[in-house]
């Protein structure tokens, strides 16, 4: 049978009125939880999964996918209105966002990010139909070896997105690295600064740590001059988007839809990543770096097409071979298992339905989602006329249930509200958090990859050094520094980016 | 400060005057059951089956909660602090119960519980790819003994049963192998389909669910199984190598004597019910029934052969 046939029998499924339901409570929850800060599709998932036990396998499925990819639309919405990000994969989107949400162009930025969104989202769904095998063949033959040059490589891209010197983000990479070797060493299984506490043992939550330093510490910080804080009150011609601001975010979108796609089949954070390395691209090619930071629609379009194209890509894994590549597909995986459908490298054969009602499901929740989010934006950007004592309290009270839900600990609540005080600390001393949230998230990675390689290697550094992609990797990171000393060299970075307030 | 003392003190007070004087009509509210990992995992799905299952044979709803982390520690630490009236018992599987106690310092151990049933076990298989050069058990040993050191295989992590059945399978084999620890059985099998590690053990439905790219070589448990006839067992390769990953219901220590008698009844019930004998079936989990004394040997027969390998591969951690 062809793919088309079996394309248009996922439509079948996907079609049925109690299935498209469900594909609407799922990207409607999945906007909302996105748009909550504090609540991303993680915590959207773990609280809707239970409701799924008395559903088919089709509906679960089409249901809990329609919240991970709905939580990437909503995200944005607080990053660019209150400069908190709505879950971990619209941090970057905050720097420029933002920025224009105060020139009184929030709706451009959202109508920007929405469409955006939808283009990412559906290239990637495309990928993941007619590409999936192959991908996932290629996404194997990346060893320990492999992956850490990839992941030093990110590393050296990111930290282009800091906005303070380079002593201090530095600094914070080092910092970062410190907190996530917090726990049990992935090799030994030796316990690592938990002093005890096993609450420590898996290392310090991630959604925590993010939370706090860019949510609890914003609002912290937005507190402190409150009185200065003037509520935006747009008007409504200013929620259309100009013409030559879609014309600008266009290539921005393209390249972030491949950036996306791309870092979706990589195991880890892809959605964080591929939207900090979509916005250094951007930044980098621009020719004007220094206007990022100060309301560059380039900003807002590639990151927030970037984690949607993530979205098709972080299926392949999981569908072809039964491998979820990040937490948000693992939770995808535990539905199939509870519906008695064993995922693995034998489910597309065994079950097609699932995949192809999965895939059609994606196409319309998509079309759905942008249906949902335009008109929306409307209603958002009004939220800013509320005033931000209330706001505040609320926002809180949201980043509080989100980590919560994570694992039902209290634990993590402490953690979130620590991190909240470091990162106000930190950023009252201008260094930027965002290296440092970086840091956290690839130091696991890069430490297991790391580790790993040497028993490859029987704990040769030399063999390591050779590997033929472990050389093309180092030359392009050489290739990078080489350029960026040249840049700096000839003065066309004179003045370093003001850091953030 | 006192007032409140005070207020405390009296609820305190009129709570005892209410409390049930013995277990005799328990259970008379809603039970909790403590799954020591997050919702959907294999723990999760089999705890929540046999509480479906528990309920019309206790007539009281069962409330499962979900308590992750740290290797199913903080949910068996909790279960251990309860207390011990039956009124919050767990789910909880081999690794907590006799591996973590061994690895590391904790609050509680062996002795901590009283062991109602078993739930569920699985025996543990060898695989390696379908292009493998292995074959056989045989096979892998005989170029174990030719390349020591030298051939890599993988685990879910380090200190999990996966790892441990190996360290015992290299040891009895006289063999040496590199081991590759992952990050769970999906982080294991993408080193193994990228060559990274020739194989790692596996539960029976992950050879089922991938069949056509994982090839069994052999099977860790006393006989072979129904479902996979022709998988020949470590036994019949001369090694007494036998590991399964199996779970069950669980009470903190000192339960009253009917309460635990209710339970272990309850629980045989339920697992001889036919909704829960067809819902194990669809899992392909082999139905298991061991109680109250027998299980306990069994916990602790395992408890003490686990914590011998673990002291001879000096896993344990110096906090």
Redesign the interface.
């Known amino acids: 049978m062809s793919s088309l046939d079996l394309l248009s029998q996922g439509f079948a499924i996907a079609l049925q009125p109690h299935n498209l339901f469900l594909c609407f409570v799922g990207v409607f929850w999945g906007t909302v939880v996105g748009v909550l800060p504090g609540l991303g599709p993680l915590a959207g998932l773990t609280l809707l999964l239970p409701l799924t036990f008395k559903l088919d396998a089709n509906g679960a499925i089409i249901m809990l996918s329609g919240i991970f990819y709905g939580a990437m639309y909503g995200g944005s919405t607080t990053s660019i209105l209150m400069r908190i990000p709505g879950e971990a994969a619209s941090i970057v989107t905050c720097l420029d966002g933002y920025a224009m949400a105060r020139q009184g162009r929030a709706g451009t930025a959202l109508v920007v990010a929405a469409v955006g969104s939808f283009i990412g989202a559906s290239v990637s769904i495309v990928g993941l139909m007619l590409f999936a095998p192959p991908l996932a063949e290629l996404m194997v033959r990346i060893g320990p070896v492999e992956e850490l040059a990839l992941l030093l490589l990110t590393l050296m891209v990111v930290s282009f997105v800091s906005q303070s010197r380079l002593p201090k983000t530095a600094a914070m990479i080092f910092l970062g690295f410190l907190i996530a070797s917090v726990g049990l060493d992935p090799v030994e299984a030796v316990a690592r600064y938990t002093f005890g506490l096993i609450e420590l043992t898996d290392g310090i939550n991630f959604v925590a740590i993010a939370i706090g330093l860019f949510g609890i510490s914003e609002i912290l910080l937005t507190i402190e001059r409150i009185a200065t804080v003037q509520p935006i009150r747009p008007a409504f011609r200013d929620l259309l988007p100009r013409w030559s601001d879609l014309k600008a975010s266009m290539p921005a979108i393209m390249r972030g839809t491949g950036i996306g796609f791309l870092f979706g089949l990589v195991p880890g954070p892809s959605g964080v990543l591929s939207t900090f390395t979509s916005y250094a691209l951007e930044k980098r090619i621009s020719g004007d770096p220094d206007s990022f930071g100060k309301g560059r629609i380039e900003g807002v379009a590639g990151p927030e097409t970037a984690n949607n194209a993530t979205t098709g890509a972080a299926m392949i894994p999981l569908m072809v071979l039964g491998i979820p590549s990040i937490p948000a597909t693992a939770l995808l995986l535990s539905a199939l298992i509870i519906h008695n459908v064993q995922p693995g490298t034998l489910m597309i054969q065994q079950h097609p339905e699932v995949f192809w009602g999965l895939i059609a499901s994606m196409y319309i929740g998509n079309a759905m989602l942008l249906v949902l989010n335009l008109p929306l934006v409307g209603i958002f950007v009004n939220l800013l006329r509320i005033p931000y004592a209330y706001l505040a309290v609320l926002i809180t009270v949201f980043c509080v249930i989100g980590v919560y839900t994570l694992r039902s600990t209290t634990f993590d609540i402490m953690v979130m509200l620590a991190f909240g005080a470091i990162g106000y600390a930190l950023r009252k001393f201008e260094y930027d958090v965002a290296p440092l949230l970086l840091a956290v998230v690839l130091g696991d990675r890069i430490e297991s990859a790391f580790r790993q390689s040497l028993i490859v290697t029987s704990g040769d550094y030399w063999r390591l050094a050779t590997s033929s992609f472990v050389q093309a990797i180092a030359g392009a990171l050489v290739l990078i520094l080489a350029v960026r000393l040249v840049i700096r060299a000839l003065g066309y970075r004179k003045h370093d980016l003001p850091p953030p307030e | 400060m006192k007032v409140d003392r005070r207020i405390a003190l009296a609820i305190g007070a009129a709570l005892m005057l209410f409390a049930p004087p013995a277990a005799a009509d328990y259970p008379d509210r809603p039970i909790t059951m403590i799954v020591p990992f997050?919702?959907?995992?294999?723990t999760?799905?089999i705890a929540?089956s046999l509480a479906g299952a528990l309920e019309p044979a206790l007539g009281q709803k069962i409330v499962v909660?979900?308590?992750?982390?740290?290797?199913g520690?903080?949910g068996t630490?909790e279960l251990g602090r309860s207390k011990a009236d039956g009124y919050t018992i767990g789910m909880i599987p081999v690794g907590p119960l006799t591996t973590q106690p061994h690895?590391?310092?904790?609050a509680y151990s062996v002795d901590s519980f009283d062991y109602i049933c078993q739930a569920y076990s699985n025996p543990q298989v060898l695989i390696v790819t379908t292009d493998s050069p292995y074959k056989t058990l045989k096979d892998l040993i005989a170029d174990a003994k030719a390349k020591p050191?030298q051939i890599?295989y993988g685990s879910s992590?380090?200190?999990t049963i996966p790892h441990l059945a190996m360290l015992d399978f290299v040891r009895k084999a006289g063999i040496d192998l590199?081991?590759?620890?992952g990050?769970g059985e999906?982080?294991a099998?993408?080193?193994m389909?990228?060559?990274?590690v020739i194989g790692f053990p596996v539960h029976t439905?992950?050879v089922?669910?991938?069949?056509?790219?994982v090839r069994p070589l052999a099977i860790m448990a006393a006989q072979r199984r129904s479902e996979f006839p022709d998988l020949p067992t470590f036994k019949e390769a001369g090694l007494d190598v036998s590991f399964d990953v199996w779970g069950g219901l669980v009470a903190p220590k000192g339960l009253p004597a009917d309460v635990r008698s209710k339970l272990e009844k309850a629980c045989a019930a339920a697992q001889a019910s036919a909704v829960y004998r067809e819902q194990q079936t669809?899992?392909?989990m082999p139905p298991v029934s061991s109680t109250g004394a027998a299980f306990a040997a069994f916990v602790r027969a395992e408890f003490a052969r686990n914590g011998n390998i673990i002291k001879d591969a000096g896993?344990r951690?110096?906090?």
């Open positions: 997050g919702a959907g995992g294999t999760d799905v929540r909660i979900n308590k992750d982390g740290a290797a520690v903080i630490t690895l590391r310092e904790l050191g890599r992590g380090p200190g590199t081991h590759v620890p990050k999906a982080d099998f993408r080193s389909l990228g060559g990274t439905g992950f089922t669910a991938n069949a056509d790219r669809k899992l392909k896993l951690s110096k906090q």
